[in-house]
């Protein structure tokens, strides 16, 4: 459900999004070994090389936005929302299945590997749907635009990594496709402040509003089957 919103930055051209109980998920992106953890993967190759420095500022943030991720989760768990995590890899040994932006950029893992898995204090739980990805938005190399039909998911609640990559362009690829998106503010997070705020900016306007971990939460409690 919508409702227009006179409050915000690009206000006159965006609207309220109010999630919809049974017809909302929760979208965890990439928190996985990979990239959303200081010793491995991104982690350890910007120590090796010596960009560890420019690193800096992404993995200061990272255990906040873990911490709100799992109040986001916690949430949506117990209100009896669709859980999806994605996570960046790719079936082959040599990656020839991965997408050419994710190989320039060295952001290549099997599935099979350590880097694949979702981080331990994100783990899934039950049968949430894990979905691996060879491209950056959710949307370009996996089903999930037919799972959200079938689940019949009209909203998504985004959170993950990176913002300004594949938060944003999922985001984008979701209000395109229809969907009502809300990302979460400080449950993503990229490598400077500027970047940060520049996407949450960008994704702040039609189908695509940006809230905080705090206001999600209260938007995810009211659709608890035990509030009226």
Same mark, same amino acid.
């Not at 049974?22 to 010793?39: E, R, S």
């Not at 979702?118 to 739980?125: A, D, K, T």
């Not at 990302?183 to 900016?201: H, I, K, M, P």
């Given at each position: ?14 609207? =309220? ?64 929302? =669709? *859980? ?36 331990? =204090? ?30 019949? *998911? ?26 009502? *998106? ?10 400077? =402040? ?22 999600? *939460? ?11």
């Amino acid at each position: 459900m919508t409702q227009q919103s006179d409050s915000g930055p690009f206000s006159s051209h965006g609207i =309220e999004i109010v999630p919809v109980r049974g017809k909302t998920a929760l979208l965890v992106i990439d928190m996985q070994y990979l990239d959303a953890h200081p010793v491995h993967g991104v982690g350890r190759i910007a120590r090796e090389t010596g960009y560890e420095q420019r690193m800096s500022y992404y993995f200061d943030q990272m255990p906040q936005v873990i911490a709100n991720i799992q109040r986001v989760l916690e949430a949506g768990r117990g209100a009896g929302v =669709e *859980v999806i995590h994605t996570m960046i890899a790719a079936q082959t040994h040599d990656f020839r299945d991965a997408g050419r932006a994710l190989r320039v950029r060295g952001l290549l893992t099997h599935s099979s590997s350590k880097e694949a898995q979702i981080i331990e =204090e994100l783990s899934p739980m039950g049968d949430e749907i894990v979905l691996p990805k060879t491209s950056s938005s959710i949307f370009n190399s996996t089903a999930i635009d037919q799972i959200l039909r079938n689940l019949g *998911v009209e909203c998504l609640i985004l959170s993950g990594v990176v913002t300004d990559h594949c938060v944003e362009l999922s985001a984008r690829d979701a209000s395109d496709r229809g969907y009502d *998106v809300l990302v979460v503010s400080d449950g993503c997070a990229t490598f400077t =402040e500027r970047l940060q705020r520049s996407a949450l900016r960008r994704m702040d306007i039609g189908t695509m509003r940006v809230k905080t971990t705090e206001e999600v *939460v209260d938007l995810i409690m009211a659709l608890s089957p035990d509030r009226p």
